[in-house]
């Protein structure tokens, strides 16, 4: 009988998802920009963009988490310190998406603010 029951509390607790790790205090904020957004750029405008779209964050070859900028190019991931690669995704509108990752080192302390830039391929 005692058997029956540390089954039913092994199912109960995989269903739960098991425990969970705590949210990390640390990890990435800031904006991802794609350029040239125009074949000539000027003094007087700007040549890059914010834009939306999915990107995985790798790291040893193994995604480790995804997160999706908004339209204003703005995001949040939530990592543990470390060396990481942002590799965006198919739906970015960029040359070459896969082919443009981007290694970026998250501190001890808080949110590491960065700037992910893209090209557009447009010459």
Same mark, same amino acid.
């Given at each position: 009988?005692? =058997?029956?029951? #540390? ?6 607790? %995989? !269903? $739960?998802?098991? +425990?969970? @790790?705590? &949210? ?9 920009? =794609?350029?040239? #957004? ?6 007087? %405008? !700007? $040549?890059?963009? +914010?834009? @939306?779209? &999915? ?25 543990? +310190?470390? @060396?990481? &690669? ?38």
């Amino acid at each position: 009988m005692a =058997r029956r029951y #540390v089954v039913v509390l092994a199912a109960a607790f %995989a !269903a $739960c998802g098991g +425990p969970t @790790a705590p &949210t990390p205090t640390t990890g990435l904020t800031g904006v991802v920009v =794609r350029g040239p #957004v125009t074949p000539v750029c000027q003094v007087e %405008a !700007a $040549c890059d963009a +914010p834009f @939306a779209a &999915t990107f995985s964050v790798d790291q040893n070859a193994r995604e480790i988490s995804q997160f999706h900028s908004d339209a204003a190019g703005r995001f949040t991931v939530r990592l543990q +310190p470390g @060396a990481y &690669t942002i590799v965006p995704g198919p739906d970015a509108p960029i040359l070459a998406p896969q082919s443009q990752a981007k290694t970026v080192q998250v501190l001890p302390s808080g949110l590491t603010d960065v700037r992910l830039e893209f090209d557009t391929g447009i010459r």
